[in-house]
């Protein structure tokens, strides 16, 4: 069960139209290191896991993301919703607007839509700790390149936050992993004692 | 939206921040007291500051977490996506 809060984690400032910088931003709505490709992976993954600690910590890290893709897409909305169709076509976002209008839509900057080969859940707890680990440092490598490009001082505030909770959601799937090779370990001189 | 509206919300934010923040610290550190403390302090704080906003402005949570003014409020805008904190007067 979900309970929605009506807020953002973030209080986001946007202080521009600026389709051209949706058309980047949107990539970490429906690209492949975004946040729905996050919270999904973590959210089918945490089934799998074989302790209490690690399934709290991919249910709670997939449910901060959902908040996140939410933000994102509170950027994106708010960056494209009163630009005039000139702004539009200048910033390349007409093949989106033919299909989208500005709805929101899960693509990257290029409008390649989300696909689920994105994502694994392979059932081995060690190899889907890795793979969260590795995406949580594409997500964090996407946010510092969209800062790069960033030219909204609100926006940019916004992209640090969501950068640096990549940073801290890192430091925990790698707590996570220690935790599951303790818990491996534990385990196997058991078994083995049990049989030698 | 006003100013008063916005800090409130701003405020629920960020305690609600130090409670995720610490939730997830707890996730890989369940034995530490202090962040437990901590934890469960924020939460008092918090439930204070919702409970006073939602008087206010409307529930902020539904599904049965909070209760409603006649006529049910959950259906007010703005939604989260529609508030720019750029907007708020003095920041």
């Not at chain 1, 986001?12 to 490709?37: F, M």
């Not at chain 1, 790069?148 to 790698?174: C, K, N």
Request: proline fraction near 4%; charge should be negative; include cysteine.
């Amino acid at each position: 069960m979900w309970i929605y809060e009506k807020k953002l984690e973030f209080p986001s400032r946007i202080c521009s139209t600026n389709p051209k910088l949706a058309k980047v931003i949107i990539t970490q709505y429906g690209g492949p290191d975004g946040e729905l490709a996050a919270s999904l992976r973590y959210l089918t993954q945490r089934y799998t896991m074989p302790t209490g600690r690690s399934k709290a910590v991919l249910n709670d890290i997939g449910t901060e993301e959902l908040a996140h893709m939410e933000v994102v897409a509170t950027m994106v909305y708010n960056l494209i919703k009163d630009a005039s169709l000139e702004e539009i076509k200048a910033a390349g976002l007409d093949g989106y607007y033919a299909d989208h209008d500005k709805a929101l839509y899960f693509v990257n900057g290029d409008g390649v839509p989300w696909v689920a080969q994105y994502i694994q859940s392979k059932g081995d707890p060690v190899a889907d700790l890795h793979e969260n680990l590795a995406a949580e440092q594409k997500a964090r490598a996407t946010y510092e390149y969209l800062l790069q490009l960033s030219d909204d001082p609100g926006i940019s505030e916004t992209l640090a936050f969501l950068r640096q909770r990549e940073v801290i959601h890192f430091q925990r799937f790698g707590e996570t992993l220690e935790h599951i090779y303790e818990f491996y370990n534990h385990q196997h001189r058991f078994f083995m004692g049990d049989h030698s | 939206m006003s100013t008063v509206r916005m800090q409130m919300l701003i405020d629920i934010m960020a305690l609600e921040f130090t409670a995720v923040e610490l939730n997830l610290f707890l996730d890989t550190h369940p034995g530490e007291r202090r962040a437990l403390d901590a934890y469960n302090a924020t939460v008092v704080q918090l439930d204070e500051l919702k409970r006073e906003y939602e008087a206010r402005f409307g529930p902020l949570t539904n599904f049965g977490y909070s209760d409603s003014d006649y006529p049910w409020r959950w259906v007010e805008e703005p939604w989260p996506w529609q508030i720019n904190f750029a907007h708020m007067k003095g920041v």
